[in-house]
């Protein structure tokens, strides 16, 4: 669990996306010439290279709203991770906050749930702040799956015309 002391130092670790461009670029750089290697053309490399990199950036997505989640579980009583403070032995789904693993992934898949609308609801948000951040992924979820669906679509039309 996050005590006084750790949350004021958890902002501290935004530091670290000083250095993501870098590690996203070596990244694209490293499939870029694997693909080369392998004898492919340049115009399937930038395709490859291009998918690559939006899968990256939607794991990075994925965790860094994951982690955030997790966050707000920690911080605010009631929260998703005692599903509403329900009384006692009434709760299906309750998080075990000593496990740092299970709440990791149970955050994750309710960040890949909602980012596809999907949203079984199973875990969601109980309090006003859990609320406004699941709005703020539902509207990010759309946004992400619109701007996936129409670069899939350039590329396979742009392939046809070649």
Known sequence: MLTGQKISLYWCKLSRFIHVRTVYTTITNLVKESF???????????????IVNLLIYLVSA????????????????????EQG???EGEADFVVDREDY????????YWVITTLCTV???DYKGYTTTEYLFQMIVEFL??????????S???LVT?????
Request: charge should be positive.
């Open 36 to 50: 080369r290697k392998c004898g492919l053309n340049k115009s399937t490399v930038e395709r490859v290279s291009y």
């Open 158 to 162: 742009s392939e046809k015309v070649l």
């Open 152 to 154: 899939i679509n350039a």
């Open 85 to 87: 403070c329900p009384p």
């Open 101 to 108: 693993l299970v709440m990791y992934v149970t955050s994750i």
């Open 119 to 121: 949203g079984y609801g």
């Open 141 to 150: 979820g759309i946004g992400t799956f619109s701007y996936f669906m129409g």
């Open 62 to 81: 994925i965790h860094i709203l994951g982690c955030i989640w997790i966050f707000i579980g920690c911080t605010v009583k009631c929260s998703w991770i």
